[in-house]
């Protein structure tokens, strides 16, 4: 693989499941975000993390948790989803350190949460 | 806090016209980045064009170029020769470096339609 991959592309999920959405990246990119992105509101970042083994709080935290157990994955946790959480989600990843941090993105998780 | 104001939430240009995109942002930093990116129909964030603040010259990439006006905090995007293939959301971005991870800000996008 080439970059980063998100699975799975779309998902219907009911209320007070349980969902957890994949994020690998191959860059070996230090940092690596969540995203959701809704209409009108522009992408918000959910957490972050800046290297393997820390994680931190983001614009809109709530009900998300995320892990980052080696550099390449992130996976992002729904506990209990709610119908707020119906959005389109994207993975990030980017050079921290570098001199211009453009952040790569992965091609999306469409989640509806009913 | 930095916030990312585009005013325009859609646009339509014919094809082989010139569009531009309007974005302004709010910040008190005076060492930040601002990036354009597109969102075709596919979904995938694509980066368009990216400038450093501290530089002045304006950033260009083919038949995109920005328009940086630092003290007005203005940071608009001029699409040249429009093509069909430019069809989609186009999102500007602030970025201030911090040391922990770059915090990105994103404004809430114009969906910009070329016409045949």
């Known amino acids: 693989i080439a970059g980063i991959t998100q699975a799975p592309t779309s998902q219907i999920l009911a209320a007070g499941r349980r969902m957890t959405l994949r994020c690998t990246q191959d860059?070996?990119?230090?940092?690596m975000y969540w995203y959701r992105q809704d209409l009108g509101l522009g992408l918000r970042l959910i957490h972050y993390?800046?290297?393997?083994?820390?994680?931190g709080k983001g614009e809109v935290p709530d009900g998300y948790s995320v892990s980052r157990a080696n550099t390449d994955d992130f996976p992002l946790t729904l506990a209990s989803a709610v119908p707020s959480q119906t959005s389109v989600y994207f993975c990030?990843?980017?050079?921290?350190?570098?001199?211009?941090?453009?952040?790569?993105f992965g091609p999306g998780t469409r989640l509806t949460v009913l | 806090a930095q916030t990312v104001t585009q005013s325009q939430p859609e646009m339509s240009v014919q094809e082989a016209e010139t569009v531009t995109l309007s974005c302004t942002y709010d910040?008190?930093?005076?060492?930040?980045?601002l990036f354009w990116y597109k969102q075709p129909p596919s979904r995938q964030m694509i980066l368009v064009i990216r400038?450093?603040?501290?530089?002045?010259q304006n950033a260009t990439e083919n038949r995109f170029s920005v328009n940086f006006q630092k003290a007005a905090k203005s940071f608009s995007l001029k699409i040249s020769d429009s093509q069909l293939g430019d069809t989609a959301m186009y999102f500007c971005?602030?970025?201030?470096?911090?040391?922990?991870?770059?915090?990105?800000?994103f404004g809430p996008g114009t969906s910009l339609s070329v016409i045949p």
């Open positions: 990030a990843s980017s050079v921290v350190q570098g001199v211009i941090n453009e952040q790569f």
């Open positions: 860059m070996r990119h230090n940092a």
């Open positions: 993390s800046n290297t393997a083994g820390t994680t």
């Open positions: 910040t008190s930093e005076s060492n930040y980045y």
């Open positions: 400038q450093e603040a501290y530089k002045q």
């Open positions: 971005a602030f970025m201030k470096q911090q040391t922990s991870y770059d915090k990105v800000i």
